[in-house]
């Protein structure tokens, strides 16, 4: 069973700032912006979610655990730390794909993202607790097999970015459009995605897909737990097994 | 004429440090990835550069203007503030592209990105002085046309996640193909492209190229100048002319 | 009634790190601690603690409400991105100079400060949720009056500095001898105090000592509830009505 | 010959801020204002120029070789990623008192620091750079004798906070008031001070008058230079040779 909980972080009115009263030169904006996401990894992450960057002024966070009352606390620290403010849209669904659709509406309806007027909305509501089961989160964790010794050492260093880059591109989409699952690059030759609950073979068969539209290696280890570091540490446990043994699929299959 | 300045921040030894003794937590690890991408973009971009996170192990900043010192300085800073240390490579050359392959060999030629041994390294050469001219730096700022009337306030975050990410990856393919320029994501619907010297066919090749490829309409706003500082703003300018007037290709084209 | 948790947060060893191999920059130093200790304020501070710089090396927290897995979070998120390491002594007493007391044995227990075996210990036990209540905490927060007007708009900004640190000396000592409070200054002309439960009358006996030893004038608002955060913002609310109303104490008394 | 550049960093209107419209926790103002020390501390600090956080709402900075430019830099780049502003006064003269006050004084002469419409001041003048000499910076680095053993694993955290402190205080004082030097307290138990050329005699009686009045036994390194890196850096090797040789005053005396 799948119970995810996912927030969609969205700066408020955010393109409209960054050009008024004239355009802000980029190094601050991409200092702030990885600042701010920072923090909410922070909050989140030792809450026991995760946030990941996406376009940074649209940011998804897996937030199982996290109650309204976290999320108005790091809206108003927010507020009080930065020159910009944040709604909030919280989704949950059998699915992540169908949590998000549900977190995305909650702002959705509330406004433009580019409406002056449309600040720090808290829409939706988190898991009760009684609806919470120890097994609502379910992560997958991929990385490229050998990616270092195939690309970092070998090719330029915007050569792999981009081998890298369709690879991921090839795999989020086949999850998304698939299975239901969302997945996010997260650093070096990593993609964590948030997933429902699905076997061996569909792994295997995400995998090869990426072989045969984006020639590259993937393996997968994958978790699930009542929570996001609970699922997500296991994956990473699990992928540990994939490079200790040579496989390409571990762990909760 | 182009005169790039490219700088190849790798952190050392990277992969295997997240995993030993045992994986380690990934919200920690995303916000200290962050927070030293932060650190970075504000060292250099108080110094006229700018830097791009890239893979976040490996990162890839404009630094016409910043010196071997420098360099040495922020290696130094983060050696004093972060559990990891960077190798830093610097190339040069008429083309980004070139410049980069250039800055990627001095890493290279030293060793492994996960070589325990590797550290620090500090190779390359900036530019002289007297090599630097007004028009070093050539900068394209890319966004995508009513992003968020078509795409965020329509689509559920992902779905728009998806859309602006396949824009991006056809963009930045032919960008650095055909072109010899580097295009990165830096948040929203925009990208940021070091690139050589183009003219106005080029920029309307390439916009066609992605409309054709992903469906995408973009515009630009061209900037150079003797940092990357300087042709960004400029280039930021330039794209508001566009938005101002409706049109697809402004600035020093 | 007061029943204060304190936490004392000690980094591991941290003078000889300074100094090896060789001295490292004054500036890489003081980034690094005010970054951590910024951290430590954000985790404990959305947790509804307080956290007070101190000494730096030695920072004082006012954690009810943090259990043991808290603490552990907060010390593995700073070995997963700091190059230091901090120990962790909770105390727990009537009195918060008691649990403070308390709180630095359990370090010093373990070995000392500079002793580069001790890393990382946590000590000590938070209050259990059944010895917790509604006034556990108890916070005074005062000013100076009309510090702007008599110091920052006429003195130059060290003579400033020099009065506003006597007047705070004076409060500190006069607070921990003689009523077994903990006054921290946290900033421009304001000084934040965990304290046993008092009456007006010590308050005015605080201020006429202050007044008489180091020839300053203060206010004080006073709040009390289940966390630090709930007795501070009462406080602050208290020493806005002495604003308004031209008192000099005002609020749980 | 001393020759100091000192900054006197001033929020705009602060102290209005964290109360309007109703007070701001104060963890996220702690957080905030640590992190925007850090900022400018990571900003000057790699232009070799030390900034101390003092009251944190006014900060003071040893800044030569820092040019107007970048001055007007480091507060376009806190207008764009905080929810606050500085004000900026440069101030030079042959000691460092003579040239806060300088500082200080381009400040209050443009308005109030509580004054809502006096926002941003850029005031006062840098050195030229044919004004600068080699040793128109000396720093004095102050530590306790064995602090850690004495103080740390002896008593409770506060006790030996306010004992250092006390220490502290004594020696801030004595050098302001009868040798025109600035000294900060920089954590652990450090203190810098930016001083004029002094000889060991006086150094002497600076460590005399400290243990005399607050019975704490202080050592001293002493380094000059053309910035404070420059000079901070001389005076840390100084004063690691008192520890080896059980000295009291080492360096550029």
Chains 1, 2, 3, 4 share one sequence.
Not at 51 to 68: E, P, Q, S
Not at 94 to 109: G, K, R
Request: hydrophobic content about 40%.
């Amino acid at each position: 069973m799948t119970n995810a909980q996912i927030t969609l972080v969205q700066l408020d009115n955010y393109g409209p700032w960054t050009v008024t009263p004239e355009p802000r030169r980029e190094a601050d904006l991409q200092t702030m912006q990885s600042r701010l996401f920072a923090d909410l990894s922070q909050f989140f992450g030792t809450r026991d979610g995760y946030v990941f960057f996406t376009r940074f002024d649209n940011m998804i966070a897996v937030t199982n655990g996290a109650d309204l009352e976290d999320h108005a606390r790091v809206q108003e620290s927010i507020r009080n730390r930065y020159p910009v403010t944040v709604s909030l849209g919280i989704g949950t669904g059998a699915s992540p794909t169908d949590a998000l659709v549900d977190a995305t509406a909650h702002l959705q309806a509330a406004g433009s993202a580019q409406d002056a007027e449309r600040r720090e909305v808290l829409g939706g509501q988190p898991l009760a607790d009684d609806e919470r089961a120890d097994d609502d989160v379910h992560i997958a964790h991929f990385d490229v097999n050998d990616a270092t010794g195939k690309y970092t050492d070998e090719l330029d260093a915007f050569s792999t970015f981009v081998r890298i880059e369709q690879g991921y591109a090839s795999l989020m989409r086949v999850l998304h459009d698939e299975y239901g699952g969302l997945g996010f690059f997260v650093g070096g030759d990593n993609v964590v995605a948030i997933v429902p609950e699905l076997d061996r073979a569909a792994y295997e068969a995400v995998i090869e897909h990426v072989r045969a539209e984006a020639d590259m290696s993937l393996k997968v280890g994958v978790g699930s737990g009542h929570t996001a570091t609970d699922a997500g540490l296991a994956a990473k446990h699990a992928l540990e097994r994939c490079r200790e043994d040579g496989t390409i699929v571990e762990g909760d299959v």
